[in-house]
């Protein structure tokens, strides 16, 4: 009787203890690992669980809904394909891309949801709701950059240059994600590739727009100074390599305000050839044209190959052709650097993850991400760009009242036509806005580029 008592007793302290271990476990799993297992891309009830939440929003800054889920849980895109490469899509065939694959815990409530929550409504058998993503983008000057662009392949980006928030990112052309499954084959086929994001990934040869960055590097190293005076006679053999003027003007004597307002290759490339390889190299990688930001999206490096490069390619690359490749997200920072006295704001595209209540889960506040130029080198260059747009080849991005810094470049293409750049800031003085511009065989730059960049700064400085 003894022995069955005992062992009765020991029986129940074996259970009592596997079952605390059972129950750590468990709250291990849920609590600690819950997580990572929901985001895990092979965790096939991701996909079944789906139908047990309700997908959060998508916002612009000022409360715009861009995505939603309507009652019969589909997911509604109201701008069509105007947010599409940023935005991208949630498709029970093709999947998930752009914003929507990488918030998608977020989004399902899976990240940042409070665990009592989540226990509370798998109790109660009703679904999750998931939080909303509020962007840096704003809606009213999106319609405009994509207004602007018209028919034309190519993007835009304008961006804040003191807290570094992406206030338009469009690319042409483009998809709407509400018709994705009729749409698919055709898209795929399409040679204009539709789906890429020209914004953030679509590399060209940034021309003259580099232009800046040559000639901050010179200033900053002493190789030139201001008052220093250029011959450009049209056509010149610079270290062996014969290059010719823009538009095939012969400039004369001209200082460097005159050759950056005018665009004198013949200077830049003499300027460039001083710098140096290293150098050079050193101002593209400070003007983070080699990086990708940490971007939620895809986003595409730039590209200089380092060291070893023919003395031509520097020449060639100091007037944005040869080798040097950036895409527009790129080249709008560069424009951001000289707007904010040469510091350069980390991109942001999400300004925070709210809970559907309003309660704030994440916030993604504005950083430096680098200084590559100083604040009064910087300030040269910004007058320089001003005398661009006021007398030179930026003419047609001049705006009454107020005083517009940019630069244009129109970039050779061995695949055809030139592609023709903008970038520029406003108001000079006290900047709230940087903007790139690039139109795929768009030709001359200040024809067709400046105009749309125009357009988006008059509507960033009246929102
Ligand atoms: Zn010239």
């Known amino acids: 009787m003894i022995f069955i008592e005992k062992s009765i007793k020991s029986l129940f302290i074996f259970f009592c203890v596997a079952l605390v271990i059972i129950i750590s476990y468990l709250v291990y799993i849920q609590v600690y690992l819950g997580e990572s297992l929901a985001n895990d891309s092979r965790n096939r009830r991701v996909a079944q669980k789906e139908s047990n939440f309700i997908r959060g929003r998508i916002l612009d800054r000022n409360g715009e809904i861009l995505a939603e889920t309507n009652d019969e849980k589909e997911r509604i895109y109201p701008r069509g394909d105007l947010f599409a490469h940023v935005i991208g899509y949630v498709d029970s065939i093709y999947g998930k891309s752009g914003l929507e694959a990488h918030f998608d815990g977020e989004l ?85 590739a539709p789906f890429l994001n020209r914004a953030t990934q679509g590399l060209y040869p940034p021309g003259s727009s580099i232009k800046p960055v040559v000639a901050a590097a010179a200033l900053e190293n002493k190789v030139i100074t201001d008052s220093d005076r250029f011959l450009c006679d049209g056509r010149e053999i610079i270290n062996g390599y014969e290059i010719t003027c823009v538009e095939k003007e012969k400039h004369g004597e001209i200082n460097l305000i005159q050759a950056m307002a005018l665009s004198c290759n013949i200077t830049f490339a003499s300027i460039g050839a001083s710098i140096g390889e290293t150098r050079f190299y050193e101002y593209i990688k400070g003007f983070m044209l080699l990086d990708t930001f940490e971007l939620p999206i895809p986003v595409k490096a730039g590209r200089l190959p380092p060291g070893g490069a023919e003395r031509a390619d520097l ?58 130029v100083a604040p009064d080198v910087a300030r040269k260059i910004s007058e320089m760009m001003i005398e661009v747009v006021r007398y030179g080849t930026g003419k047609r991005a001049q705006i009454d009242g107020i005083i ?15 592609h023709a750049w903008f970038i520029g800031f406003a108001p000079a003085g ?26 988006v700064i008059i509507k960033a400085l009246s929102l």
């Open 108 to 192: 399902l409530g899976l990240k940042g949801t409070k665990f009592h929550t989540r226990l509370l409504d798998r109790f109660f058998k009703r679904p999750t709701i998931g939080n909303d993503l509020v962007l840096t983008l704003d809606a009213r000057l999106q319609q405009v950059a994509y207004d602007a662009l018209g028919d034309n392949k190519g993007a835009v980006v304008a961006i804040n240059p003191k807290s570094g928030e992406i206030l338009a990112c469009v690319s042409k052309p483009g998809f709407d994600p509400n018709i994705l499954q009729d749409e698919w084959s055709r898209l795929l086929k399409s040679d204009d």
């Open 315 to 372: 020449i060639e690359n100091s007037i944005g052709q040869g080798k040097v490749l950036a895409t527009p997200l790129h080249m709008a920072l560069i424009a951001s650097t000289f707007a904010n006295n040469g510091v350069m704001m980390k991109p942001r595209l999400v300004s925070s993850v709210r809970s559907r209540e309003g309660r704030r889960i994440t916030s993604y506040p504005s950083e430096v991400l680098n200084a590559p």
């Open 404 to 418: 517009v810094a940019g630069k244009t470049g129109t970039a050779e293409n061995p695949g055809g036509g030139d």
């Open 430 to 455: 006290n900047p709230e806005i940087a903007v790139a511009v690039v139109v795929e065989n768009g030709g001359y730059g200040g024809v067709l580029a400046a105009p749309i960049g125009r357009k």
